[in-house]
């Protein structure tokens, strides 16, 4: 259908990107995107608010959702993929645990969505990067990716 994809990662660290380029073909559709792992890296290449990271988190919903959008627009792409979270063992607060995690689309279906993934940090990041390229594939096989 021609429609293209970027994405935005977090605590993935690039597996998103990993995976999709492991099939034969991933060029036509899959453009590029950002790793951002740092709050300074989601504000300079994502365009992710200072407000949003100060009041939220950088595990939230609006911080993962502006990161679909300024991937989106980076990329170029008709649809992008967001993922922030905290895979643990470390950076959990009362708050938000290990485990953590937002997903956001940007296209044509965007939306968000909460996970709480279990184990190690391997199996949350592996989970997250599972669960968002599921997610995408859903969304994309409905279409209407422009709107």
């Not at 009041?55 to 679909?68: K, L, N």
Request: positive net charge.
């Amino acid at each position: 259908r021609g429609e293209t994809v970027g994405r935005a990662e977090s605590c993935t660290g690039g597996l998103i990107g990993s995976l999709v380029t492991r099939v034969p073909g991933a060029s036509e559709v899959f453009w590029g995107g950002a790793v951002s792992y740092c709050d300074t890296a989601k504000q300079r290449l994502l365009g992710v608010s200072a407000h949003n990271l100060q009041i939220h988190g950088a595990v939230s919903e609006q911080v993962a959702r502006e990161m679909a959008v300024g991937a989106r627009a980076l990329a170029g792409t008709v649809w992008a993929l967001a993922v922030t979270g905290i895979a643990g063992p470390g950076g959990a607060t009362p708050e938000k645990a290990a485990g953590s995690v937002w997903l956001a689309v940007a296209g044509g279906h965007a939306g968000t969505r909460f996970h709480q993934f279990d184990g190690d940090r391997e199996a949350v990041r592996m989970s997250a990067a599972r669960e968002a390229l599921e997610w995408l594939l859903r969304l994309t096989a409905r279409g209407k990716g422009n709107q």
